[in-house]
């Protein structure tokens, strides 16, 4: 079956400092994959997408590339900012299906001034 | 023109008890999806509405669950005889469809559900 798997957190960075957080996947088919944010106290909401092999999805500084040859999705951010603290869930979606997403267990994000 | 909305945001009961979980989903959007989100966890599939059938309920974990969906819109997820091992946040999402296209889901504030 489906399966996403993220790196464990919680990772603490420093405010400007660069920021990787790695996701691998495994699929049977062609998934779209998705990275997720949760900030406290708000909703899943949706922070980037890639839809086919070597696209790259960005949102508000952050970059992520759908890499098949190596089944990963790792985000990356030149500089983050306290406000960028928050879970982020990396997600894979079978193509043809339901578009039913499969999650990772999340990553914390902590910031520090 | 809200995003999708949960009630109630938090529910304690006793072992034994059955809850209900609404969700109210952003108009004009015919998918709808449950998870269940434990602590340290990635939300979990449990049930997905096209309209007003459940398309699939997969992830169900038995039969104490059910949810339904009756005009297409506002859905409810049932928890008969709740044991502690329910407690979780129960989130709904809803998206628009299409074949052959990937839709965004938006979430809601889920609810979080505490059996004591």
């Known amino acids: 079956g489906d399966s996403v798997t993220q790196m464990e957190g919680p990772v603490t960075l420093s405010e400007e400092a660069f920021l990787t957080i790695n996701c691998t996947y495994t699929?049977?088919?062609?998934?779209?994959l998705f990275w997720y944010v949760q900030y406290p106290g708000e909703g899943l909401q949706l922070l980037l997408k890639?839809?086919?092999?070597?696209d790259k999805g960005s949102n508000k500084g952050f970059e992520a590339t759908y890499r098949k040859e190596t089944t990963s999705f790792h985000l990356e951010k030149g500089s983050v900012q306290v406000s960028d603290s928050a879970v982020y869930f990396c997600?894979?979606?079978?193509?043809?299906?339901?578009?039913?997403?499969?999650f990772g267990r999340g990553t914390s994000l902590i910031v520090h001034p | 023109g809200a995003g999708v909305s949960q009630t109630p945001s938090n529910k304690v009961t006793e072992k034994g008890k059955y809850v209900e979980l609404r969700c109210d989903p952003i108009?004009?959007?015919?998918?709808l999806y449950w998870y269940r989100q434990s602590l340290g966890q990635g939300p979990e599939f449990l049930i997905y509405?096209?309209?007003?059938?459940?398309?699939?309920d997969s992830g169900l974990p038995n039969d104490r669950f059910f949810a339904v969906r009756p005009e297409g819109s506002v859905s409810t997820l049932k928890i008969q005889r709740t044991e502690r091992g329910d407690s979780a946040v129960y989130l709904c999402?809803?998206?628009?469809?299409?074949?052959?296209?990937?839709?965004?889901?938006?979430f809601g504030p889920g609810t979080r559900l505490t059996v004591l």
């Open positions: 999402a809803s998206s628009l469809t299409g074949a052959g296209r990937v839709h965004e889901q938006f």
């Open positions: 509405f096209q309209g007003t059938g459940a398309a699939d």
């Open positions: 108009s004009g959007h015919t998918a």
């Open positions: 699929a049977t088919g062609y998934p779209s």
């Open positions: 997600a894979l979606s079978e193509r043809g299906g339901s578009y039913i997403p499969t």
């Open positions: 890639a839809t086919k092999a070597d």
